[in-house]
C-alpha cells in the first residue's frame, strides 16, 4: 500500500509542476494573448484530473488505479510503437527506455491491487 501512495503523491507533485508552469506563464500572457491563454487553460484542465487521481490512489481506490494504469500503459506502448516505427536508431533506444519506465506505476499499482479497497 505504501507503493500506492507513493504513486499518488507523484501525481501530486506533477499536478504541482504543472500549476506552477502555468502560473509562471500567465506573466507571459500579456505579451502573447492567443495563445498563451489557450496553453494555460490546457494545462490547468490537466492539473484536476491529476489532483483527482492522486486524491483517489492516496484513499486506495481502485477506480484511480485503473485509469492511472490504463494511462501509462497506452502512454508507454505509444512512445515504444512509435519510436519503432518512425526514430533513427540510437534515439529508439532511449525512447524504448523512457517507455519502460512509464510502465513503472503500472506494474506498482497492479502488483498491490489486493491492497486496495473498494471502487
Do not use: E
Not at 1 to 30: E, N, T
Not at 73 to 87: D, E, N, R
Amino acid at each position: 500500500m505504501p507503493a500506492v501512495r507513493a504513486v499518488g503523491c507523484l501525481l501530486f507533485i506533477l499536478a504541482a509542476i504543472f500549476a506552477l508552469f502555468d502560473l509562471a506563464c500567465w506573466r507571459i500572457i500579456s505579451q502573447n494573448r492567443h495563445i498563451l491563454r489557450s496553453l494555460s487553460i490546457l494545462i490547468a484542465t490537466m492539473c484536476l484530473p491529476l489532483c483527482l487521481l492522486g486524491i483517489g490512489l492516496l484513499y486506495g481506490r481502485k477506480s484511480a488505479a485503473i485509469i492511472v494504469t490504463l494511462g501509462s500503459i497506452a502512454s508507454a506502448l505509444c512512445l515504444i510503437i512509435g519510436s519503432i516505427i518512425s526514430v533513427p536508431l540510437p534515439w529508439t533506444l532511449i525512447n524504448i527506455i523512457f517507455g519502460g519506465g512509464m510502465l513503472i506505476p503500472a506494474i506498482v499499482l497492479l502488483g498491490n491491487w489486493r491492497y486496495l479497497k473498494g471502487w
